[in-house]
């Protein structure tokens, strides 16, 4: 197997944006779980920035995601105006530079560094899951105040779906999902199904970052968010697409090494008392929370199934893919939205 250059073509990248200003040094700083690799970029000045480097989907969704991310940081209000990482401009736009040989095509953004304060603890005690709840529906509000400004985004749940199928049909997908076709093609159409009656005409979208591993944000000493990076799975879409990842945050077992993606921490009574916080200050509607079951159907249709390989090591991408189709999808019947519903009175 080839290895591949990434200081070479970080450098390049930089000398195509300012050959002025010498790199002196190239740290790679990834979590190493995924084809997106992050590097702290060192000047001869000893200043330094951080580099994106990704090979994963394709160029055209790249930078209109990094198109879309840079806009929401520079129009988020008070006090969130400084959570995002800036991206680095030229010309009025997101500089990105794409490098292309015969072996790879991949695509490298820069940003400024942002700034971490404290991370919250491995297992939330009460007041950090009624603080949490509460600041995370006002970073919603925030971002749902600014969609209307944002670039518009071609990717859709929908057409990650149609993605999915779209592979299944051909050799290399129904080589890698051998033996399962049949019912992953039926988990996209519940999927599709659901989403049309549930919440296709009747809620909007806004930016969402859907992995919001505890590991990915810090806070303040207030338990206020002071900065989120990693935005592998940003997209344009519903609200409630990063609550499981919160459920996960706030759940009795608490942030893992080795983690299974199970339906239960989305009805444990710690989410419970989450979502009752986030709807004091933005309150959810029915059909939101009856779409809590497809908003995990899709994340594991999409990035367990579809996506797993490129975001996992092999090895866990497989046990990942084995439990979604022994565990995580005959699970979803199991989910109880009369309980949530109840407990926050809608």
Request: proline content about 3%; charged content about 25%.
């Amino acid at each position: 197997m080839r290895l591949v250059d990434y200081s070479s073509i970080i450098k390049k990248a930089w000398a195509e944006f300012d050959g002025s200003v010498q790199v002196q040094t190239i740290e790679d700083i990834s979590a190493k779980v995924s084809t997106n690799h992050v590097f702290r970029v060192t000047f001869e000045d000893g200043d330094h920035i951080i580099a994106k480097l990704s090979y994963f989907g394709t160029y055209e969704q790249f930078l209109e995601d990094h198109r879309i991310i840079h806009a929401l940081a520079n129009n988020l209000l008070y006090p969130f105006e400084n959570v995002l990482a800036k991206s680095l401009v030229r010309d009025g736009q997101v500089y990105t530079y794409r490098h292309k040989d015969g072996f790879l095509d991949a695509w490298v953004v820069f940003y400024n560094p942002i700034r971490i304060q404290l991370k919250l603890p491995r297992r939330l005690e009460e007041h950090h899951i009624r603080m949490l709840g509460r600041e995370v529906a006002r970073f919603h509000k925030a971002c749902s105040r600014v969609s209307p400004v944002l670039p518009k985004s071609s990717k859709t749940l929908r057409s990650d779906i149609w993605d999915l199928l779209d592979l299944l049909e051909t050799e290399t997908g129904q080589f890698e999902h051998r033996m399962h076709t049949d019912e992953l093609k039926r988990q996209c159409e519940l999927f599709l199904e659901n989403r049309q009656k549930l919440v296709a005409k009747s809620v909007e979208t806004m930016p969402v970052f859907v992995d919001w591993n505890i590991g990915n944000f810090s806070v303040t000493d207030n338990l206020e968010l002071y900065s989120r990076w990693d935005y592998d799975w940003f997209r344009i879409s519903y609200r409630v697409m990063d609550f499981y990842f919160f459920s996960r945050v706030v759940s009795n077992a608490g942030d893992r090494t080795v983690f299974s993606y199970v339906i239960g921490p989305l009805m444990e009574d710690r989410f419970l008392l989450f979502l009752q916080e986030y709807h004091r200050v933005f309150p959810l509607t029915e059909s939101e929370i009856r779409f809590l079951p497809e908003a995990y159907r899709f994340f594991i249709l999409n990035y367990v199934i579809k996506y797993g390989r490129y975001f996992f090591h092999r090895t866990y991408a497989i046990k990942l893919q084995r439990e979604a189709y022994d565990i995580y999808f005959p699970s979803i019947e199991t989910f109880d939205a009369e309980k949530i519903l109840k407990a926050l009175g809608i």
